[in-house]
């Protein structure tokens, strides 16, 4: 069965909430309305990664890239592209460059990426098992089950290379192997998609648009290892994740392909769903691994490691999503071709949410060692408005910020750890000029002291003081000590935190105090926010020049303390200003400047 | 488990026995579920809105664990309610993302619009409101959820409509 034309429509939870599922729907009844049924085949796909641009519709065979596609467009698109075979001009993606093509390949945003662990998100309907094993679906797990021991499996996968996603990178292999190795009545594979870094959404994308992917890893994680059981530990915040995991977990099963003798082998495996209640610290493996068993999620010692002493004091192999996902072509193309994509420590592709000031946000997969350079302005297309780019965080709240100083700086777990940031697991948020680094940095201090679990003191305590430390900078009554204190704290909380929680939440301010001590500087002796974010800092006055006395901020000022009359200059009493940037926002004049 | 724990569907209030019998359920389904104290926890509260006293107390019963063990668990996760919520649960997400994008403006609107702070429910028990850590849909900064339903790209001045049509009893994503 042979379709003239494939309608690929994005059906992830970015296009999807924004009017996706009704487009889908007028297309279908376009299609139907035409009559071309026989010619046209229209595939609900996991997400594209362009969410700037959603929601997306692809056709093949030409390549064809719609965005911005609402519900009122399915008429033109199937009656000129479909029928009569003229491309929608209007709707097709456009570059701001001259030789711009509309094949989707061709787009920047796509030319330098790789994707392998994406390889199925926007290609095939996730909801359909038959898509996944059309495009060599479930032929690594036969391959395991019929051509290899579990020796071999844990050979080739040590031998590629490939490190854990989640941020640590511990080699995968070994994890294994240390499973493998380890004797007891009762093993698990667990899945770690508890996704908690804010700005990071690549394991969401991954189970919404190729969730066999992970189901087919775990079972082949549970044959090399010895164990029939799997947990799959996600939050709660990802239902369309969850709907799609379950649908394929029983498409699977009635395939055989998971459950009872899988192939026709006496191997047995299963998996369950857990899901997550909103505690950020279960992302941690330990502490995850304890809300699995039903307790409070807090992360106890290691070792012993899960792989020897984990879920139920069994060993435990835990991965996290994209790390999964990266399995099954590992076994199908070889721990050669693997390795060889990649830096000398870093094997194969690393996911990236890419998000904040930046023109194209959504999801991208590149080889290791990509430079931030070539994701930022070649991939992202460059900074929101024509901002200048300031930094870049990696590593969520655990992590570091990039400056403009390291933009050539190939991207691997050893060269993002040297300058202080770390992989983590994919965020990656990017500012501008107008972001404060003491704004950002006293953000995500506020979310690791909100998530502190509050079993070992340094996390509890030190986090909690350096906040406050960073809030009197942030309002003008920081000291000069206040710098060494917190590279005081920060140190102890690295040394002395039981979990990878405490450890890391320094990093953000360590590193920030290192790159921009200026603005740390400004704000303690200057008493200024050179960004202009740090409201109690501000000062707003009327440029008498550009004042024409319209009123617009007298009457928003919510404690009136600006005085003038209609058309003429208008000021603001400092006494009384509250500073809550009113004015600001309602002058349609620029005449009110913050400084 | 097909029902989802985020969201709390508990429009009508049930009757004592009805309550009961439902939770006998659930209880008999996860009570011998190596780890089914939580999940058992979050189908109670799915089911009921949230978790009553008298509810945790058959829970631990049925778990054989201490109240006070029962208790530790549901006040560590921030999903967990002790205290009936609202019809609809909003929730405004300040992940990173939707934070350098104005998601701190988004979360005020909502405050004002509801007449509410975070955690607390408004007097009809149609809204509640709290914040989220990331929703995972960054692209479209800021994002707010109500319920299961994600919407994107919010501007605090297109709050108060949005919630106007839930309360309206119409699905609300103009879909």
Redesign the interface.
């Known amino acids: 069965m042979a379709y003239k034309n494939y309608i690929l429509v994005c059906a992830g ?2 296009c ?4 996706g ?2 487009l889908y729907e007028a297309l279908q009844k376009e299609i139907a309305a035409a009559g071309v049924e026989a010619e046209a085949q229209l595939v609900k796909t996991g997400c594209f990664g362009f ?2 641009q ?1 929601p997306i519709v692809k056709i093949l065979p030409d390549e064809s890239f719609y965005v911005k596609v609402g519900p009122k467009d399915a008429h033109e698109i199937i009656a000129e592209h479909i029928v009569k075979g003229r491309k929608v001009e209007r709707l097709l993606y456009k570059e701001d460059k001259p030789e711009s093509d509309p094949r989707s390949s061709d787009i920047s945003f796509y030319r330098k990426q790789l994707r392998i662990v994406l390889r199925n998100c926007a290609v095939i309907n996730p909801e359909i098992i038959d898509e996944y094993i059309a495009r060599d679906g479930y032929a690594a797990l036969e391959k395991a089950l019929f051509e290899m021991t579990p020796d071999e499996v844990v050979k080739e996968v040590t031998d590629s290379g490939l490190r854990g996603r989640g941020g640590a990178g511990f080699p995968t292999g070994r994890k294994w192997q240390f499973t493998k190795n380890t004797p007891a009545d009762q093993k698990y594979i667990v899945c770690n998609a508890d ?7 690549m ?3 991954v189970l919404e648009g190729d969730p066999h992917s992970v189901l087919e890893a775990m079972t082949i994680a549970g044959y090399t290892v010895g164990a029939n059981c799997g947990f799959i530990y996600i ?5 369309l994740a ?1 709907e799609r995991l ?1 649908t394929a977990m029983a498409q699977a099963r009635d395939y055989g392909l998971l459950g009872d003798k899988i192939l026709g082998t006496d191997f047995s495996f299963d998996i369950e ?3 997550g ?4 610290v279960c992302g941690e493996e330990t502490a995850l691994l304890a ?8 992360p106890v010692p290691r070792p012993p490691f899960p792989a020897v002493k984990g879920l ?1 004091g069994k060993p435990t192999v835990i991965n996290n999503v994209e790390t999964y996902a990266n399995i099954p072509v590992i076994l199908l193309k070889g721990s050669k071709w693997f390795s060889s994509i990649g830096t000398e420590t870093s094997k194969g592709t690393k996911v990236f ?1 890419l ?3 930046i023109n194209n ?3 991208i997969e590149v080889p290791m060692g990509t430079t931030l350079r070539d994701i930022i302005y070649d991939i992202g297309g460059g900074i929101a408005g024509g901002k200048e780019f300031k930094a870049a ?1 990696t590593g ?1 709240p655990s992590g570091g910020c990039i400056t403009a100083a390291f933009l050539d700086t190939p991207i691997d777990y050893e060269s993002l750890q040297s300058i202080g940031s770390m992989m983590g697991s994919g ?1 990656m ?1 990017v ?1 501008d000029e107008d ?1 404060c680094m003491i704004d ?1 940095t006293k ?2 201090l506020e ?1 690791t002291v909100d ?1 502190s ?1 509050g079993k070992c003191a340094p996390c509890r305590i030190g986090g909690r003081t350096c906040y406050n430390i960073l809030d009197r900078i942030s309002k003008g009554q920081g000291v000069p000590e206040d710098l060494q204190k917190l590279k005081d704290i920060g140190h102890a909380m690295r040394k002395a935190s039981l979990c990878g929680l405490g450890q890391t939440a320094p990093n953000p301010f360590m590193s920030t105090m290192k790159y921009f001590e200026e603005e740390y500087r400004a704000h303690i002796e200057d008493k200024k926010c050179p960004a202009g974010k740090c409201k109690q800092m501000l000062t707003y006055t009327i440029d008498p020049e550009k004042c024409v006395g319209c009123t617009a901020c007298a009457r928003r000022c919510p404690v009136s303390c600006i005085s003038g009359e209609v058309k003429k200059l208008h000021v603001i009493d400092q006494s009384k200003c509250i500073k809550c940037g009113q004015c600001y926002a309602a002058c349609k004049f620029d005449a009110v400047k913050k400084v | ?2 029902e ?3 969201c709390c569907a508990c429009s009508e209030s049930l009757s004592e026995e009805e309550t009961a019998r439902q939770l006998e359920e659930i209880l008999e389904e996860y009570r011998d579920k ?6 058992a ?2 189908i109670a509260q799915s089911r009921f809105g949230y978790l009553s006293e008298t509810v945790l107390k058959k829970i631990s019963a049925a778990f054989n664990k201490p109240y006070s063990e029962v208790a ?2 549901v006040s ?5 309610s002790t205290v009936p919520r609202g019809k609809y649960l909003v929730r405004a997400c ?8 104005g998601g701190k403006a988004v979360l005020s609107a909502l405050k004002k619009e509801l007449g509410i702070d975070v955690g607390q429910t408004t007097e009809d028990r149609l809204f509640s409101l709290d914040v ?10 800021p994002v707010i ?1 109500v319920n ?5 790209r919010v501007k605090p001045s297109k709050v108060g409509e949005l919630l106007k049509a839930y309360a309206a009893g119409e699905k609300g ?3």
Not at chain 1, 16 to 19: C, T, V
Not at chain 1, 195 to 200: N, R, S, V, W
Not at chain 1, 277 to 280: D, L, R
């Open positions: 939870t970015a999807e909430s924004n009017k599922k009704a969410c700037e959603g996704e908690g870094d804010p700005g990071a959404y394991d969401r994308s939050r709660a915040e990802y239902p969850i379950n769903i857990r899901l209640a909103g505690a950020f809300s699995i068993e039903g307790n409070r999620g807090m139920w949410a998000t904040g000031k946000s959504g999801l965080q969520g965020g948020i500012m972001d950002v953000f995500y979310f998530e679990c | 488990m097909a989802n724990a985020a190596p780890g089914g104290l939580i999940p926890l979050q530790g668990v560590f996760y921030s999903f967990f300040l992940g990173t993302a939707c934070y350098v994008r989220g850590r990331c929703f995972g849909a960054c692209g479209l900064a959820m299961d339903d994600v919407h994107q994503d103009a879909q």
